[in-house]
């Protein structure tokens, strides 16, 4: 549980963000624009990379299984790291905090803070283009809208999406360079 002086500090970043919240999340009263983030959402719940986990480690050859199983004990951290940080630091959904943004999506679970798929996004993209810089052409557009999708479904604010790509990218940083390829 947060303390009460968490949850006060929550409500003034929270309304300090609605405006470009309100803005950003304007794309999901189009259906087009909707059913593309919602798609890049759903993939990146998990199906994309566990999809690139197999690819890489069945025709990647032993560089392949090692960089899979970078990505899976990240992957694992990861959650652990996100499920700890939400649990405490307990900030609600902009959807559920401003009557004028529409949830275009499911969230898998209560908070916002961080964003858990642009942690492991980024995360995972770091990790894979660190050994196959060529697949940066499809990873890194498809991070980009994974966690685009979390503010434009009204799931997360700008600073939980900015938080999970830091947290991504120090975790692939960490995972990298302490279990060398």
Not at 29 to 41: D, E, G, K, P, Y
Not at 103 to 126: E, K, M
Not at 134 to 146: I, K, M, S
Request: aromatic residues 8%; hydrophobic residues 50%.
């Amino acid at each position: 549980m947060a303390d009460v002086s968490a949850v006060g500090l929550w409500r003034r970043i929270d309304l300090a963000e609605r405006s470009l919240c309100l803005r950003i999340n304007r794309g999901c009263h189009r259906a087009r624009v909707r059913s593309l983030f919602t798609v890049a959402s759903r993939l990146g719940d998990g199906v994309f990379w566990y999809t690139l986990m197999a690819s890489l480690a069945l025709v990647g050859g032993d560089a392949g299984v090692r960089v899979a199983l970078q990505m899976a004990v990240a992957g694992l951290v990861g959650t652990a790291l996100y499920r700890v940080l939400k649990q405490r630091l307990v900030r609600e959904r902009p959807f559920m905090s401003h009557a004028g943004i529409l949830r275009g999506a499911a969230p898998l679970d209560r908070y916002s803070f961080p964003s858990g798929h642009t942690l492991h996004a980024v995360c995972f993209t770091a990790v894979v283009i660190s050994s196959y810089p060529g697949l940066a052409w499809v990873l890194a557009p498809f991070t980009l809208l994974v966690a685009a999708s979390r503010v434009v479904l009204g799931l997360h604010y700008p600073t939980d999406v900015a938080a999970g790509a830091v947290l991504g990218a120090l975790l692939a940083t960490s995972v990298t360079r302490f279990w060398p390829i």
